[in-house]
């Protein structure tokens, strides 16, 4: 994850400055770019495969209901007052109806509660 990168580009530019630093970041995710370069040439040569198709479909399905049980879990655990429901809601409509992005959706929703906690922070 993150944590190892970090952690080996600090070590490595603490013993060989930037050196070392590129060389222990390289020697840390090497091995998952090698592993995904395989599964990635494995799956080009089965993407034509009517049972692949079907799996990776379900796959798909699948991982959608684990996003959606995610997104529940934070909206009940963090959606609490009127206010944020309306910001959800609308966030919502916003990325429906007008296709935003939603890198774009997110930093609308930052701009939103920064301005609320200011208007707050005012009175």
Same mark, same amino acid.
């Given at each position: 994850?993150? $944590?190892?990168?970090?952690? !080996?580009? #600090?070590?490595?530019?603490? $013993?060989?400055?930037? !050196?070392?630093?590129? =060389?222990?970041?390289?020697? /840390?995710? =090497?091995?998952?770019?090698?592993?995904?370069?395989?599964?990635?040439?494995?799956?080009?040569?089965?993407?034509?495969? !009517?049972?692949?198709?079907?799996? #990776? !479909?379900? $796959?798909?399905?699948?991982? /959608?209901? =684990? /996003?959606?049980?995610?997104?529940?879990? =934070?909206?009940?655990?963090?959606?609490?007052?009127?206010?944020?429901?309306?910001?959800?809601?609308?966030?919502?409509?916003?990325?429906?109806?007008?296709?935003?992005?939603?890198?774009?959706?997110?930093?609308?929703?930052?701009?939103?509660?920064? /301005?609320?906690?200011?208007?707050?922070?005012?009175?």
């Amino acid at each position: 994850g993150i $944590i190892a990168v970090n952690v !080996a580009t #600090f070590t490595g530019y603490k $013993i060989l400055g930037v !050196a070392g630093a590129c =060389l222990s970041t390289l020697a /840390v995710i =090497l091995p998952s770019i090698i592993i995904i370069l395989i599964l990635a040439s494995f799956l080009q040569l089965v993407m034509g495969n !009517a049972i692949f198709s079907h799996v #990776f !479909a379900g $796959i798909r399905i699948g991982v /959608v209901a =684990l /996003v959606l049980n995610e997104v529940v879990k =934070l909206f009940k655990r963090n959606v609490i007052t009127t206010y944020q429901k309306c910001i959800f809601v609308g966030i919502l409509i916003v990325l429906f109806v007008f296709h935003i992005s939603p890198i774009a959706a997110i930093l609308l929703s930052a701009g939103v509660g920064v /301005v609320s906690f200011f208007k707050r922070r005012a009175k």
